[in-house]
């Protein structure tokens, strides 16, 4: 059965026993045990214990100067147990340091560490164990920064192929290139869609072909593989894994779900799997997600055709039906933070549960479906207009402008257009009455979209000059100008109930 979780890479890569044994200035020198150039050290640790057992994680070089070893050691089974321990506990080279305490290596000690198969190094006199760790820790250093640059430089390949003409193809050619393997899209009825690369002979076998697709049905969605012949390896619980790991001869496997919900997973199969893989794994499998995602789905080739058609002249109402919906609400929002971001604008739409989303210099419009009904969003402030149909957007559009800004300027989170909920005196009029007294009322004003908008502001936070400027984001001076400019041009005092009553009643309807 495949191991359901890919496991943790260690911190940094591995040192090699070989590559240690290289280093001149150390003068170790090998004297038993098998001479396996990928013997991997993942630390060292110095210890005296005769038992270094419980001390041990696995993968270690353990250093020792024989402090612990008895008189009469060599003619019983100390050297053996001993030995026996540590490969039991995982470690993988033992570095002997002769003198002060031993003239020379034990022979009943090399005699154990071949019969154990473990690596035993001598140490000499003039190295002491510190020497040796630093030469460990500063050669998984340079290991650590080559992988970490070849991490890097994979990604940066990952993310042009994206960005060409085939960005599905050129994503698995560089993945297989890089993990130098193969690299396979498996689509949700569990058929290979499109595939990379060979790499080594074990990673093309029949036995890892069948594996590696035997393991992409294991993190399918039940959902998407419902439709899947069953197998061994199908999950058998509601839920899968979104990544999984399983080793052939010859080849290490990885499959992993793509995020869009729909059945696709990345398979892959290396002839050996060095710690970096993984992660550009899991680049590569964000990438695809991405590519096979919504933006290549119905609902992103519909929102794409709606664009088209629109800057191609068609009328709202005749492309809303791509978009879903038939009513719509228009947003308009201000963040706390000076500029608006793309990241929280995309962050914003998705909350409001809408990716029609307009980032303007100063403002983020969002078009939400009207069954979606917005609530206040932290570090927010939100303007929300009537739900209206499609041919009524633009009328949405400034709705939600003037909301915004009686939002600005109260400091409430969450203003919406007529939210006060009570039928007003104006519906006790005919809407074409009152709007032809509105513009018959306003008239003087009708080629001064400023001042309009100013009085209409002006009037809502009932005659507050600086929250009025606030809203508007002018001066206060500027408000006042604007006012009086009004005031002659309608010849009639602004200070009078009744006027600004009537005036009300006329923008409401303009």
């Known amino acids: 059965m495949p191991d359901l979780t890919v496991p943790p890479t260690p911190p940094t890569p591995p040192v090699y026993l070989s590559a240690l044994l290289a280093r001149e200035d150390l003068g170790l020198r090998q004297i038993a045990g098998p001479s396996d150039p990928d013997t991997a050290i993942h630390w060292a640790h110095v210890s005296e214990m005769p038992d270094p057992y419980p001390y041990l994680l696995g993968g270690e070089l353990l250093l020792t100067a024989g402090v612990h070893i008895p008189e009469a050691a060599g003619s019983g089974t100390y050297f053996a147990d001993y030995v026996s321990r540590i490969v039991e506990a995982g470690g993988v080279a033992l570095g002997f340091g002769v003198a002060p305490v031993h003239d020379s290596v034990p022979r009943a000690l090399v005699a154990a560490c071949d019969d154990y198969d473990l690596p035993l190094l001598e140490v000499p006199p003039p190295t002491p164990f510190t020497r040796v760790a630093r030469a460990v820790w500063q050669l998984m250093a340079q290991a650590r920064l080559a992988e970490l ?34 690299a396979v899209l498996y689509g949700p009825d569990g058929t290979e869609i499109a595939a990379a690369g060979r790499g080594a002979s074990g990673v093309e076998t029949r036995e890892a072909r069948e594996a590696l697709a035997g393991l992409a049905r294991v993190v399918r969605p039940p959902a998407a593989s419902a439709s899947s012949p069953t197998s061994p390896t199908s999950p058998t619980s509601s839920t899968s894994p979104t990544s999984a790991t399983d080793t052939v001869p010859g080849a290490h496997l990885a499959a992993y779900a793509l995020g869009t919900g729909q059945g696709f997973v990345l398979g892959v199969a290396a002839p050996d799997r060095a710690p970096g893989d993984h992660t550009i794994a899991s680049v590569a499998a964000v990438l695809l997600s991405l590519l096979t995602g919504e933006h290549q789905s119905r609902t992103g080739a519909d929102r794409s055709s709606a664009l088209v058609r629109l800057l191609l002249g068609a009328p709202p109402e005749e492309v809303a039906s791509l978009l879903g919906g038939d009513r719509w609400l228009v947003v308009h929002a201000t963040p706390d933070t000076p500029v608006p971001d793309p990241v929280a604008a995309s962050a914003l739409g998705a909350a409001l549960g809408s990716a029609l989303i307009d980032l303007a210099p100063e403002v983020v419009r969002v078009l939400v479906p009207a069954h979606r009904e917005p609530a206040p969003q932290p570090g927010w402030t939100l303007g929300v207009s009537a739900a209206v149909t499609p041919e009524d957007w633009p009328a949405a559009d400034t709705q939600a402008a003037r909301a915004l800004a009686r939002a600005r300027a109260t400091r409430t989170p969450l203003v919406r257009h007529g939210s006060s909920g009570r039928a007003g005196l104006a519906e006790l009029l005919p809407h074409d009455e009152a709007e032809a007294h509105a513009r018959t009322l306003l008239a003087p004003l009708a080629a001064h979209p400023a001042l309009v908008e100013t009085l209409r502001t002006w009037l809502s936070l009932h005659g507050s000059w600086d929250r009025t400027a606030v809203a508007l984001a002018v001066h206060r001076n500027t408000v006042r100008q604007r006012i009086a ?19 009300w009643f006329g923008l409401r309807h303009l």
């Open 485 to 503: 400019r009004c005031a002659a041009l309608l010849e009639t005092d602004l200070d009078d109930p009744d006027v600004r009553m009537e005036l």
């Open 149 to 182: 640059r070849r991490v890097t430089e994979a990604q940066q390949s990952l993310a042009a192929a994206a960005s060409r003409p085939d960005p599905v193809p050129s994503v698995l050619r560089q993945l297989a290139q890089r993990v130098s393997g193969r």
